[in-house]
């Protein structure tokens, strides 16, 4: 049974950095795209960041592109979402989430929540001004 867990969320000020850690557990994620979601109060889930587990090929929503990093260490299992310069609207939970991949290109098909078979729980992120 697949399993990811986010870790690493908390209260902030603004001008902060969070990393954001998903363990993923439960089967081999070689042929996953795995994704970072964020939804915040009456808004709909948004997409952050999506990487591609074998080639480590990665790609970043024009909202956080150069504030946030997506990674992965495949020995830990772990996807990880550096997030730098935090602003007061990046208040929200955030979500792992993985995917099978397959040829189309992350931008225009692993950028939607429907794409994605397996979420976390969540962990929320709080920044104050």
């Known amino acids: 049974q697949v399993q990811l867990v986010e870790s690493g969320g908390g209260l902030v000020q603004a001008g902060g950095s969070l990393r954001l850690s998903c363990a993923a557990s439960?089967?081999?994620?070689?042929?996953?795209?795995m994704g970072w979601f964020r939804q915040a109060p009456g808004k709909e889930r948004e997409f952050l960041a999506a990487?591609?587990?074998?080639?480590?090929?990665?790609y970043h929503a024009d909202s956080v592109k150069g504030r946030f990093t997506i990674s992965r260490d495949s020995a830990k299992n772990t996807v990880y979402l550096q997030m730098n310069t935090l602003k007061p609207e990046d208040t929200a939970v955030y979500y792992c989430?993985?995917?099978?991949?397959?040829?189309?290109?992350?931008?225009?098909?692993?950028?939607?929540?429907?794409?994605?078979?397996?979420w976390g729980q969540g962990t929320q992120v709080t920044v104050s001004s």
């Open positions: 439960g089967r081999t994620f070689s042929s996953y795209t």
């Open positions: 989430a993985a995917a099978r991949s397959t040829s189309i290109s992350i931008s225009y098909a692993y950028t939607v929540p429907q794409k994605y078979d397996y």
């Open positions: 990487i591609r587990w074998s080639a480590g090929t990665t």
